[in-house]
């Protein structure tokens, strides 16, 4: 069940009633028809204190107070205006974020600009239960931020986003909405505690060097962190100096991964010590082979651009549950 209040319900189906109705592709110039004003609780207040005053003035006949009631009710309405102006022209020109694994939070940006030129202050963003400031917009395009948490991995859809603004007096909010048709990729969350790497194929070009290594390479100068086992015990006592032996341990030059070798697995968990799997190995620098059920294999290869080809094939496989 929904955690929100009935005042959040209630506007939330109010807010359907505004444009847009359905997502909509960027960029998006927000036009006098897409934005709305009203009061706000100190705007309201500030109308009842002018009534009482035109009210007073009225029954004493006192015409500098009628005429002080009427100056500031010309500063209120001249406030409404503005807050409208503040919106009026702006374009929401692209949304877009960094993929992350299912669970951690996902820095949504948003960037907005403006073609007149005009300065903006006191821009706020609201949208996927998250708030933003924006920058101040003077001619250049600024970029606000939504830190917006994730839960499940594949593509996430952007809720409608509110921008508003109460200045320049705060007796008026402005706003409009926003709806990306920009679906948003959250990869797959890594297994916590997996098993190392497969074995891998091929010739076996390449070593790197490791405590837990086959043939020694050399002596080096002892570390903070090294383990005792690694200590040259006699060669230290000759040098008088503490010396850990590093070893040679020789690795494959590529790694498969398969997702048909993991069979008798829940399928979720599959994808997770895949994906536990792939960021091994771009982290040993290794090269490494995805095959996946009815797509063709990739790479082998390593790198971001591998590396993200293979976790967006991992979080859009099918029949995954959501």
């Not at 997770?272 to 290794?286: H, K, N, Q, S, T």
């Amino acid at each position: 069940m929904s955690d929100d209040t009935p005042r959040q319900r209630l506007a939330r189906r109010l807010s359907l009633l505004a444009r847009p109705r359905v997502p909509e592709s960027l960029p998006v110039r927000l036009d006098r028809r897409r934005v709305y004003v009203l009061p706000t609780g100190f705007g309201a207040f500030f109308a009842a204190l002018l009534f009482s005053m035109v009210l007073g003035a009225l029954n004493y006949n006192n015409n500098p107070a009628l005429l002080l009631a009427l100056l500031l009710c010309s500063a209120g309405l001249a406030s409404l205006m503005a807050a409208h102006l503040q919106l009026s022209g702006l374009s929401i020109d692209a949304i877009g974020a960094e993929p992350v694994p299912a669970g951690a939070v996902m820095q949504v940006h948003v960037a907005i600009s403006a073609r007149d030129g005009r300065t903006r202050r006191g821009l706020r963003l609201q949208g996927m239960g998250r708030d933003a400031v924006a920058p101040v917009l003077a001619g250049d395009p600024v970029v606000a931020t939504l830190a917006v948490p994730t839960e499940q991995l594949g593509w996430l859809d952007p809720d409608r986003i509110r921008l508003s603004t109460t200045q320049p007096l705060g007796l008026a909010r402005a706003w409009s909405w926003v709806w990306p048709q920009t679906p948003l990729l959250v990869y797959p969350m890594p297994e916590s505690n997996g098993p190392p790497l497969p074995e891998g194929f091929g010739q076996q070009q390449a070593t790197r060097l490791h405590p837990a290594g086959e043939d020694m390479h050399h002596l080096r100068a002892y570390r903070a962190g090294d383990p005792r086992r690694a200590i040259s015990w006699k060669h230290s006592a000759r040098r008088d100096a503490l010396l850990v032996r590093e070893y040679e341990q020789p690795l494959s030059q590529d790694v498969a991964l398969d997702w048909q070798a993991l069979s008798g697995m829940e399928h979720e968990l599959r994808i997770r010590r895949l994906a536990r799997w792939v960021d091994l190995a771009e982290r040993e620098g290794r090269r490494y082979r995805l095959a996946l059920p009815g797509q063709p294999p990739l790479g082998p290869s390593q790198g971001p651009a591998h590396r993200h080809l293979c976790l967006r094939a991992l979080a859009l496989l099918p029949h995954v549950a959501r």
